[in-house]
Protein backbone atom coordinates (compact mmCIF):
# COMPACT_ATOMS: atom_id res chain seq x y z
CA UNK A 1 0.00 0.00 0.00
CA UNK A 2 1.22 3.46 -0.71
CA UNK A 3 0.74 5.79 1.93
CA UNK A 4 1.12 9.84 1.19
CA UNK A 5 1.34 12.63 3.22
CA UNK A 6 -1.12 15.96 3.12
CA UNK A 7 -0.87 18.90 4.96
CA UNK A 8 -4.28 20.54 6.21
CA UNK A 9 -4.71 23.51 7.45
CA UNK A 10 -7.20 23.13 10.49
CA UNK A 11 -8.24 25.97 13.45
CA UNK A 12 -4.41 27.07 13.09
CA UNK A 13 -2.97 23.60 12.87
CA UNK A 14 -1.51 21.36 10.29
CA UNK A 15 -2.81 17.90 10.59
CA UNK A 16 -1.61 14.78 8.42
CA UNK A 17 -3.87 13.17 6.64
CA UNK A 18 -2.84 9.48 5.38
CA UNK A 19 -3.93 8.89 1.22
CA UNK A 20 -3.72 5.96 -0.34
CA UNK A 21 -5.11 4.68 -4.22
CA UNK A 22 -6.01 0.95 -4.35
CA UNK A 23 -7.19 -0.77 -7.32
CA UNK A 24 -8.48 -4.24 -7.49
CA UNK A 25 -5.33 -5.79 -8.88
CA UNK A 26 -2.60 -3.11 -6.26
CA UNK A 27 -2.13 -0.01 -4.92
CA UNK A 28 -1.01 2.82 -7.38
CA UNK A 29 1.13 5.53 -6.55
CA UNK A 30 -1.33 8.53 -6.34
CA UNK A 31 1.08 11.01 -8.40
CA UNK A 32 0.18 13.26 -10.29
CA UNK A 33 -3.10 13.32 -8.64
CA UNK A 34 -4.22 16.25 -6.57
CA UNK A 35 -4.93 15.61 -2.95
CA UNK A 36 -8.50 16.94 -1.30
CA UNK A 37 -7.04 20.33 -0.35
CA UNK A 38 -9.07 20.53 3.03
CA UNK A 39 -8.94 24.03 4.30
CA UNK A 40 -11.41 25.26 7.14
CA UNK A 41 -11.70 24.61 10.62
CA UNK A 42 -11.23 21.01 11.78
CA UNK A 43 -12.94 20.66 15.19
CA UNK A 44 -16.19 20.00 16.44
CA UNK A 45 -19.03 22.34 15.17
CA UNK A 46 -16.30 23.23 12.35
CA UNK A 47 -16.33 22.83 8.85
CA UNK A 48 -13.98 22.39 5.75
CA UNK A 49 -13.62 22.67 2.10
CA UNK A 50 -12.02 20.93 -0.36
CA UNK A 51 -11.55 19.49 -4.06
CA UNK A 52 -11.36 15.85 -4.65
CA UNK A 53 -8.90 14.39 -7.10
CA UNK A 54 -8.79 14.88 -10.87
CA UNK A 55 -11.15 12.12 -12.10
CA UNK A 56 -13.27 11.24 -9.28
CA UNK A 57 -16.48 9.84 -9.77
CA UNK A 58 -18.24 9.80 -6.55
CA UNK A 59 -16.84 11.38 -3.17
CA UNK A 60 -18.33 9.93 0.32
CA UNK A 61 -17.65 11.52 3.53
CA UNK A 62 -17.53 9.17 6.47
CA UNK A 63 -20.17 6.68 4.15
CA UNK A 64 -22.34 9.29 2.56
CA UNK A 65 -22.26 10.64 -0.60
CA UNK A 66 -21.12 14.64 -1.41
CA UNK A 67 -22.16 16.67 -4.36
CA UNK A 68 -19.25 18.16 -6.13
CA UNK A 69 -18.99 21.14 -7.90
CA UNK A 70 -18.36 21.31 -11.50
CA UNK A 71 -14.86 22.45 -10.42
CA UNK A 72 -14.56 19.43 -7.86
CA UNK A 73 -15.01 21.62 -4.62
CA UNK A 74 -17.20 20.34 -1.57
CA UNK A 75 -17.90 21.37 1.83
CA UNK A 76 -17.98 19.03 4.86
CA UNK A 77 -18.93 19.96 8.71
CA UNK A 78 -18.36 18.40 12.22
CA UNK A 79 -21.32 18.23 14.39
CA UNK A 80 -20.83 19.90 18.07
CA UNK A 81 -20.67 15.94 19.25
CA UNK A 82 -19.00 14.38 16.49
CA UNK A 83 -16.39 11.66 16.70
CA UNK A 84 -12.35 11.98 16.66
CA UNK A 85 -11.95 11.15 13.01
CA UNK A 86 -13.35 12.12 9.72
CA UNK A 87 -12.97 9.82 6.47
CA UNK A 88 -13.09 10.91 2.57
CA UNK A 89 -13.38 8.34 0.01
CA UNK A 90 -12.84 9.61 -3.85
CA UNK A 91 -14.36 6.72 -6.24
CA UNK A 92 -12.65 6.45 -10.00
CA UNK A 93 -14.08 4.45 -12.71
CA UNK A 94 -12.38 1.14 -12.60
CA UNK A 95 -12.88 0.48 -9.51
CA UNK A 96 -10.23 2.57 -8.07
CA UNK A 97 -10.48 4.78 -4.95
CA UNK A 98 -8.20 7.17 -2.76
CA UNK A 99 -9.08 7.17 0.90
CA UNK A 100 -7.85 9.28 3.51
CA UNK A 101 -8.42 9.90 7.42
CA UNK A 102 -8.04 13.14 9.48
CA UNK A 103 -8.28 14.21 12.85
CA UNK A 104 -11.35 16.32 14.05
CA UNK A 105 -10.44 18.23 17.50
CA UNK A 106 -12.44 17.90 20.27
CA UNK A 107 -14.20 21.35 21.94
CA UNK A 108 -14.60 22.51 25.65
CA UNK A 109 -17.59 23.75 25.73
CA UNK A 110 -19.40 25.58 28.59
CA UNK A 111 -21.06 22.65 31.07
CA UNK A 112 -23.12 24.23 34.06
CA UNK A 113 -23.68 21.41 36.33
CA UNK A 114 -26.80 21.64 38.46
CA UNK A 115 -27.61 19.77 41.67
CA UNK A 116 -31.04 19.41 40.99
CA UNK A 117 -32.97 17.29 39.04
CA UNK A 118 -34.54 19.10 35.61
CA UNK A 119 -38.09 20.33 36.06
CA UNK A 120 -40.89 18.48 35.37
CA UNK A 121 -42.47 19.83 32.07
CA UNK A 122 -46.63 20.04 32.45
CA UNK A 123 -48.35 17.94 29.85
CA UNK A 124 -48.74 20.27 26.47
CA UNK A 125 -51.89 20.91 25.68
CA UNK A 126 -53.84 19.74 22.50
CA UNK A 127 -53.99 23.06 20.78
CA UNK A 128 -50.39 23.63 21.41
CA UNK A 129 -49.16 20.29 20.29
CA UNK A 130 -51.00 20.44 16.65
CA UNK A 131 -49.38 23.80 16.33
CA UNK A 132 -45.72 22.51 16.94
CA UNK A 133 -46.33 20.10 14.66
CA UNK A 134 -47.09 22.36 12.05
CA UNK A 135 -43.37 24.53 12.77
CA UNK A 136 -41.72 21.65 12.84
CA UNK A 137 -43.29 20.57 9.22
CA UNK A 138 -42.25 24.12 7.83
CA UNK A 139 -38.77 23.77 9.54
CA UNK A 140 -38.58 20.46 7.88
CA UNK A 141 -39.55 21.34 4.59
CA UNK A 142 -37.44 24.87 4.44
CA UNK A 143 -34.04 22.44 5.82
CA UNK A 144 -34.66 19.82 2.49
CA UNK A 145 -34.43 22.57 0.21
CA UNK A 146 -31.25 22.68 -2.00
CA UNK A 147 -30.66 25.31 -3.90
CA UNK A 148 -27.51 25.69 -6.37
CA UNK A 149 -26.37 29.09 -3.98
CA UNK A 150 -22.51 29.30 -4.26
CA UNK A 151 -23.19 31.21 -0.39
CA UNK A 152 -21.32 27.90 1.20
CA UNK A 153 -18.03 29.53 -0.56
CA UNK A 154 -18.07 32.83 1.17
CA UNK A 155 -16.09 33.87 4.28
CA UNK A 156 -19.03 34.82 6.73
CA UNK A 157 -20.11 37.84 8.06
CA UNK A 158 -21.52 39.11 11.49
CA UNK A 159 -24.65 38.98 10.80
CA UNK A 160 -24.37 42.31 13.34
CA UNK A 161 -22.49 43.63 15.66
CA UNK A 162 -23.19 43.10 19.48
CA UNK A 163 -22.29 41.02 22.94
CA UNK A 164 -22.05 37.36 22.53
CA UNK A 165 -25.05 36.51 25.22
CA UNK A 166 -24.99 32.89 24.26
CA UNK A 167 -22.42 30.68 23.13
CA UNK A 168 -22.71 27.46 20.92
CA UNK A 169 -22.75 24.15 22.86
CA UNK A 170 -23.16 25.49 26.05
CA UNK A 171 -25.06 23.01 28.25
CA UNK A 172 -26.99 22.23 31.44
CA UNK A 173 -26.74 19.03 33.13
CA UNK A 174 -29.07 18.34 35.86
CA UNK A 175 -28.10 16.10 38.16
CA UNK A 176 -26.63 13.87 36.05
CA UNK A 177 -29.21 14.16 33.12
CA UNK A 178 -27.83 16.70 30.37
CA UNK A 179 -30.64 19.17 28.93
CA UNK A 180 -30.31 20.19 25.45
CA UNK A 181 -27.29 22.18 24.00
CA UNK A 182 -27.29 25.77 22.68
CA UNK A 183 -27.78 24.93 19.53
CA UNK A 184 -26.34 28.98 18.22
CA UNK A 185 -25.21 32.03 18.68
CA UNK A 186 -26.51 34.77 20.18
CA UNK A 187 -26.15 38.56 19.50
CA UNK A 188 -27.31 41.01 21.74
CA UNK A 189 -27.32 44.70 20.55
CA UNK A 190 -29.11 46.33 23.74
CA UNK A 191 -32.58 47.07 21.98
CA UNK A 192 -35.47 45.61 19.81
CA UNK A 193 -35.18 46.28 15.76
CA UNK A 194 -31.95 46.60 15.06
CA UNK A 195 -31.18 45.76 11.78
CA UNK A 196 -28.87 42.66 10.50
CA UNK A 197 -27.18 41.33 7.44
CA UNK A 198 -27.18 38.06 5.47
CA UNK A 199 -23.86 36.72 6.47
CA UNK A 200 -23.35 34.89 2.92
CA UNK A 201 -25.84 34.69 -0.65
CA UNK A 202 -28.23 32.13 -0.59
CA UNK A 203 -32.10 31.96 -0.66
CA UNK A 204 -34.49 32.07 1.85
CA UNK A 205 -36.12 29.31 2.53
CA UNK A 206 -38.87 30.08 4.89
CA UNK A 207 -39.63 34.25 6.47
CA UNK A 208 -42.04 33.12 8.99
CA UNK A 209 -45.04 35.94 8.86
CA UNK A 210 -46.44 35.21 11.88
CA UNK A 211 -44.57 34.21 15.32
CA UNK A 212 -43.78 30.76 16.00
CA UNK A 213 -43.68 29.12 19.39
CA UNK A 214 -40.65 28.96 20.77
CA UNK A 215 -38.37 30.68 17.40
CA UNK A 216 -40.41 33.71 17.17
CA UNK A 217 -40.14 35.71 13.57
CA UNK A 218 -37.83 32.93 11.96
CA UNK A 219 -35.74 33.55 8.73
CA UNK A 220 -34.01 29.93 7.46
CA UNK A 221 -31.23 30.63 4.47
CA UNK A 222 -29.99 27.97 2.04
CA UNK A 223 -26.49 28.79 1.36
CA UNK A 224 -26.04 25.82 -1.02
CA UNK A 225 -24.42 22.24 -0.68
CA UNK A 226 -26.97 21.42 2.39
CA UNK A 227 -25.26 23.97 4.41
CA UNK A 228 -28.17 26.74 5.96
CA UNK A 229 -28.22 29.88 8.50
CA UNK A 230 -31.35 30.40 10.79
CA UNK A 231 -32.22 33.18 12.55
CA UNK A 232 -34.59 33.29 15.54
CA UNK A 233 -37.05 36.24 17.50
CA UNK A 234 -36.85 38.46 14.51
CA UNK A 235 -39.11 41.59 14.72
CA UNK A 236 -39.47 41.88 11.01
CA UNK A 237 -38.42 40.78 8.05
CA UNK A 238 -36.60 42.50 4.97
CA UNK A 239 -37.06 39.59 2.69
CA UNK A 240 -39.74 36.97 1.70
CA UNK A 241 -39.32 33.40 1.34
CA UNK A 242 -37.70 32.42 -2.44
CA UNK A 243 -35.60 35.75 -2.48
CA UNK A 244 -32.26 35.29 -3.47
CA UNK A 245 -30.24 37.42 -1.24
CA UNK A 246 -26.44 38.90 -1.44
CA UNK A 247 -24.00 38.51 1.44
CA UNK A 248 -24.26 41.89 3.73
CA UNK A 249 -27.60 42.17 2.32
CA UNK A 250 -30.08 43.84 4.77
CA UNK A 251 -32.37 41.22 5.74
CA UNK A 252 -34.00 41.84 9.22
CA UNK A 253 -34.68 43.15 12.77
CA UNK A 254 -33.71 41.99 15.95
CA UNK A 255 -36.39 41.11 18.40
CA UNK A 256 -37.61 39.41 21.42
CA UNK A 257 -40.38 37.05 19.81
CA UNK A 258 -40.82 33.72 20.19
CA UNK A 259 -39.48 32.05 23.82
CA UNK A 260 -36.64 35.20 24.46
CA UNK A 261 -36.33 36.67 27.94
CA UNK A 262 -34.98 39.70 25.63
CA UNK A 263 -34.20 41.27 22.11
CA UNK A 264 -31.42 39.03 20.44
CA UNK A 265 -30.35 37.35 17.64
CA UNK A 266 -30.32 33.76 17.54
CA UNK A 267 -27.79 32.92 14.67
CA UNK A 268 -27.94 28.70 13.77
CA UNK A 269 -26.26 26.92 11.17
CA UNK A 270 -26.49 23.45 9.66
CA UNK A 271 -24.92 21.38 7.33
CA UNK A 272 -27.15 18.12 6.81
CA UNK A 273 -28.01 17.26 10.61
CA UNK A 274 -24.88 18.55 11.93
CA UNK A 275 -25.45 21.79 14.30
CA UNK A 276 -22.37 23.85 13.84
CA UNK A 277 -20.81 27.08 15.78
CA UNK A 278 -20.97 30.28 13.56
CA UNK A 279 -17.96 31.70 15.55
CA UNK A 280 -16.13 29.12 13.80
CA UNK A 281 -17.48 30.76 10.60
CA UNK A 282 -16.72 34.16 11.37
CA UNK A 283 -13.57 34.59 13.90
CA UNK A 284 -13.82 37.07 16.30
CA UNK A 285 -15.92 40.03 15.92
CA UNK A 286 -14.19 42.91 14.30
CA UNK A 287 -12.97 46.18 16.73
CA UNK A 288 -14.73 49.13 16.27
Known amino acids: MIDRRLLLAGGGAALGLGLWRASSNAAERLDPLADFALTGRLSQGGWARGRAPFGTRTLLFNRRVLPLAPD ?34 PRAWQIERIPLGP ?57 GVPGSYHSGMDIATGTSGTPFVAPAAGVVTLAAESSFSLEGRLLMIDHGMGLGSAFLHCSAHAVKTGDLVRQGQYIGKIGA ?3 A ?12 EARLDPLLFVGALPAG
Open 119 to 175: KPGAKPNPDYVRRREAELARIKAARSIDHASDGWRQKFLWPVNGRVSGRFGAQRIYN
Open 72 to 105: RSFFIAFDRDSGPLGELVADFSGGEASKGQFAIA
Open 257 to 259: TGR
Open 261 to 272: TGPHLHWSIKWR
